[in-house]
């Protein structure tokens, strides 16, 4: 089992800066990637970035792309989203997520780990 644990959520202006953090334990033997996805109210889950084992290949969501980053720490097990000039619109529950793969997944339901998920809040 893998177990996730986000932090770094928060409130926010909009223009501002925030940095989400996940980091992964417990069966971290094997190539996994790892994204962030959000969940607003009344919405589905997205996926917002999505980065391979070895950092060669990224997803970005047309939404958030020049705006949001996701690096991979050196140590493989843990990954950030680091989002700047925020909106309103990116108001939600941000969830780190994980699975055992080398390829680029993007759907939530491909994903079987999650962290408890972070509140992004931005106000306008």
């Known amino acids: 089992q893998m177990q996730l644990v986000e932090s770094g959520g928060g409130l926010v202006q909009a223009g501002g800066s925030l940095r989400l953090s996940c980091v992964a334990s417990?069966?971290?033997?094997?190539?996994?990637?790892m994204g962030w996805f959000r969940q607003a109210p009344g919405k589905e889950r997205e996926a917002v970035a999505i980065v391979t084992y070895n950092a060669d290949r990224t997803y970005y969501a047309d939404s958030v792309k020049g705006r949001f980053t996701i690096p991979r720490g050196n140590s493989k097990n843990t990954v950030y989203l680091q989002m700047n000039s925020l909106k309103a619109d990116d108001t939600a529950i941000y969830y780190c997520?994980?699975?055992?793969?080398?390829?680029?997944?993007?759907?939530?339901?491909?994903?079987?780990?999650w962290g408890q998920g972070t509140q992004v809040t931005v106000s306008s």
């Open positions: 417990g069966r971290t033997d094997s190539s996994y990637a």
């Open positions: 997520a994980a699975v055992r793969a080398v390829r680029l997944l993007v759907q939530s339901y491909e994903y079987d780990y």
